[in-house]
């Protein structure tokens, strides 16, 4: 029961870590088109991507161009940033990795609670004495 339990808590520490790299690496994806001066042309990307055809027995039409819709708004709202947010950017990503830290510390905590609550629900068996 104990190895399944860690093994459950690598696998949401590995899914935790995973979401941790993909948001820094949208951070710095971001940072350097903001930088570039590139957010008004993936703007007009957004707005004329259609959708894959593998996707489309999956995702709902209406729901995609919602999700397109909203993300024109998005990346309107950032091309029209102040220039001090592509800075923020320098300080976001440290802060990203103190959150992964908290995150996987709470894992590891949450682990450590449930292996110590097995522990003691699971009785031992009694030891006999030669003597």
């Keep these: 029961m104990k190895t399944a339990l860690w093994i459950f808590i690598a696998l949401l520490a590995a899914i935790w870590s995973g979401c941790a790299w993909?948001?820094?690496?949208?951070?710095?994806?971001?940072?350097?088109?903001l930088s570039a001066g590139d957010a008004g042309e993936l703007e007009r990307a957004i707005a004329q991507w259609p959708l894959p055809a593998w996707l489309a027995p999956w995702i709902d039409p209406a729901w995609a161009e919602l999700l397109r819709g909203g993300l024109t708004g998005l990346m309107a709202l950032i091309s029209q940033a102040p220039p001090w947010l592509g800075s923020a950017m320098g300080w976001l990503q440290p802060l990203a990795w103190v959150i992964w830290g908290a995150g996987l510390l709470a894992l590891l905590l949450l682990g450590a609670l449930l292996n110590l609550l097995l522990n003691k629900a699971t009785p031992r068996p009694a030891t006999v004495l030669a003597g």
């Design 22 to 33: 993909l948001s820094i690496e949208l951070l710095q994806w971001l940072a350097a088109r």
